[in-house]
Structures are given as structure tokens and as C-alpha cells.
């Protein structure tokens, strides 16, 4: 009986400091120093808790772009569908790795509203955002992706570009000859 006493009681120890950590991790979100909102972001992309995504949906208007671009790939791990369209809206985003980030995230929460505003990001200067943005379309895994991958397909140049699109087409389309 003793023995089942500790290990309840070490649970619950366990939740309490959980609790304490994703409370500490909000909080920091908001700190003044960028290496503690880095470290935040972070830590609460790995955190699998729903309460983690409004505070990382709010670090996606940080000052610091490096700390958005960690917020998106934190979302992207929490799956959650509230995300979506803070996503969305950065697809457009002057940096280059917020685009990759936010192509990624929604790639990984498979929201289907995502399939036509990623089409763009196929043709995007950088090809990091190119190939983001067709392994995001491949795991979304719409034919309404189908002829804007084919054309990109035609236009690129990049190898590592070309075998992500054939990836996504494969995935979409069942057949490997791309």
C-alpha cells in the first residue's frame, strides 16, 4: 500500500511542476530577452498541451524573427487547428523563414485550408520556401494541388526542389511516374 502511496505522490509532484513549467514558459514568451522567448517557444512546441497555442499564436508578432520562426515550428508540433489561419497570414511574410516555417506548420497540422494559399510559395525566390511549401502540399494530399506541382515541376531548376515536388505528386497522385 505504501509503495502505491509514493508513486501517486510522485505523479502528482510530476503534474504540479508540468503545470508550473507551462506557466513559467507563457510567461516567458513575453520577457524582454530574446534568448528567454526563444527558449519558451521552444519548450512549449514540445509541451503537447492545448493551452500552449494562443501564447505561440501571440509570438507570431514578435519584433524578433527568429523567435516567429520558432513559434511556427512549435505550432507545427502541437497539430492544433487554431493555428491555422495566424499561419495562413504569414505565408506572405517578407522573411523567407517565416514563410518556410508557417509552410511547414501546416503541412504538419494537415488543414486542408491550406492547400490554395501554399500554391504561391511553389514559385517563392527561395527554394528552402519552395521545397517547404511542396512537402507541406504533399502531406496535405489534394488534387487540387496537382497541376499547380506539375507546373512548378516544369519551371524548376533546383534538384532539391524537383525531388520534393515529384515527393508531393507521388503522395497525391498514387502514381510514381514524376
Known amino acids: 500500500m505504501g509503495?502505491?502511496?509514493?508513486?501517486?505522490?510522485l505523479m502528482e509532484d510530476r503534474e504540479k511542476r508540468r503545470e508550473e513549467n507551462l506557466e513559467k514558459y507563457i510567461e516567458q514568451l513575453e520577457h524582454?530577452?530574446?534568448?528567454?522567448?526563444?527558449?519558451?517557444?521552444?519548450?512549449?512546441?514540445?509541451?503537447?498541451d492545448p493551452r500552449a497555442v494562443e501564447p505561440l499564436i501571440a509570438a507570431l508578432q514578435d519584433q524578433e524573427n527568429e523567435?516567429?520562426?520558432?513559434?511556427?515550428n512549435a505550432l507545427g508540433k502541437l497539430q492544433d487547428i487554431r493555428a491555422v489561419d495566424p499561419l495562413l497570414a504569414l505565408l506572405t511574410d517578407p522573411d523567407r523563414w517565416i514563410r518556410r516555417g508557417a509552410a511547414w506548420a501546416l503541412g504538419e497540422i494537415e488543414d486542408l485550408r491550406a492547400v490554395e494559399p501554399l500554391h504561391p510559395?511553389?514559385?517563392d525566390a527561395k527554394k528552402d520556401v519552395r521545397v517547404a511549401a511542396a512537402d507541406a502540399l504533399g502531406?496535405?494530399?489534394?488534387?487540387?494541388?496537382?497541376?499547380?506541382?506539375?507546373?512548378?515541376?516544369?519551371?524548376?531548376?533546383?534538384?532539391?526542389?524537383?525531388?520534393?515536388?515529384?515527393?508531393?505528386?507521388?503522395a497525391i497522385t498514387g502514381e510514381m511516374d514524376f
Open 121 to 123: 510559395l511553389l514559385g
Open 139 to 170: 502531406k496535405l494530399c489534394d488534387a487540387r494541388s496537382v497541376d499547380a506541382l506539375s507546373s512548378a515541376l516544369e519551371n524548376e531548376e533546383e534538384p532539391e526542389v524537383r525531388t520534393a515536388i515529384r515527393r508531393a505528386l507521388r
Open 32 to 48: 524582454e530577452s530574446t534568448p528567454y522567448r526563444l527558449r519558451a517557444a521552444e519548450a512549449l512546441g514540445g509541451c503537447a
Open 3 to 9: 509503495m502505491e502511496r509514493s508513486v501517486k505522490r
Open 67 to 72: 523567435v516567429r520562426w520558432i513559434a511556427t
